[in-house]
């Protein structure tokens, strides 16, 4: 589902939800895996970029912008449901080049994280940074700020809490304190602004419905999904190949 339409339905999903009752936003990493979440009654899909680059044959973060943006049109052309794309650190482009790629593609949101080569960046000006992008977007983008102080050691949840502050004041519609601890959900709900994204793993860990019971207004998935599905298919494979075929050169 592409334009304006597209982007209102999407933002709407995020706002009036009951606690219990986070939007659940698998991630699917090709065109065949988003019609088959799509099948399965998901009312927005969110790409997750580690699981495109295996897709695709590159290591998480290695995806070159072009692929990555092709790879997302991709998938939109092949549901009817809206589709935000996670676009990493946004790969060097200006916020304007960038804006007008990703609304090129169909996809209605995306994640832009606060890190580069593993260290944070400043958060003022990567809120700056952010400020400039929606505004190049003309309102037609849902931006999900993702903060990367957890997965950078820094533990303090007051730390993310400052910084989800700042992207929402510049404008992002969502905030996403990646790999956050189950124990200090309850804290970033309460500090932070606005819809609270978290990470969840399929078949691990608290369900969706018990991360919004802890403040989670979203969950999505990342590479793990992808993940799983590799394994399920090296599992059906195992048992196809003759012994004496997998001795030969």
């Known amino acids: 589902m592409t334009g304006p339409g597209g982007y209102d339905t999407f933002r709407a999903l995020h ?14 990493w090709d065109a065949a895996s988003a019609r088959a979440l799509e099948d399965a009654g998901f009312p ?3 790409t997750p970029s580690a699981g495109i680059a295996a897709c695709l044959g590159y290591e998480d973060g290695g995806t070159p912008a072009d692929e990555m943006f092709a790879a997302v049109a991709r998938i939109v052309r092949a549901v ?13 482009l200006a916020p304007k080049e960038l804006a007008e790629r990703l609304l090129e593609t169909g996809a209605v949101g995306c994640n832009l994280e606060d890190s580069h080569g593993g260290v944070l960046k400043d958060p003022y000006e990567h809120a700056d940074w952010l400020a400039e992008v929606r505004a190049a977007a003309g309102g037609r983008l849902f931006l ?3 903060v990367d102080t957890f997965v950078r050691g820094v533990g303090d949840p007051l730390r993310a809490i400052e910084r989800a502050a700042l992207y929402v004041a510049a404008g992002a519609d969502c905030v996403y304190p ?12 309460s500090g932070i ?3 609270l994204n978290v990470l ?11 991360l919004g019971e802890l403040g989670a207004t ?3 998935f990342g590479p793990g999904l992808q993940r799983r599905a590799m394994s399920a298919l090296a599992e059906i494979a195992a048992p196809l190949l003759p012994v004496d075929q997998g001795s030969r050169p």
Do not use: F, K, W
């Open 15 to 28: 706002h009036g939800r009951l606690p219990g009752e986070p939007l659940v936003l698998p991630g699917p």
């Open 44 to 46: 927005a899909l969110a």
């Open 80 to 92: 009817d449901v809206p589709v935000s794309a996670d676009l990493e650190g946004g790969y060097g």
């Open 144 to 146: 999900n700020a993702r």
């Open 178 to 189: 990646i790999l956050a601890p189950v124990g200090v959900l309850p804290l970033l709900r």
């Open 193 to 195: 602004r606005g819809p």
């Open 200 to 210: 969840a793993q399929p078949g691990a860990g608290p369900s969706p419905t018990g």
């Open 218 to 220: 979203r969950i999505t």
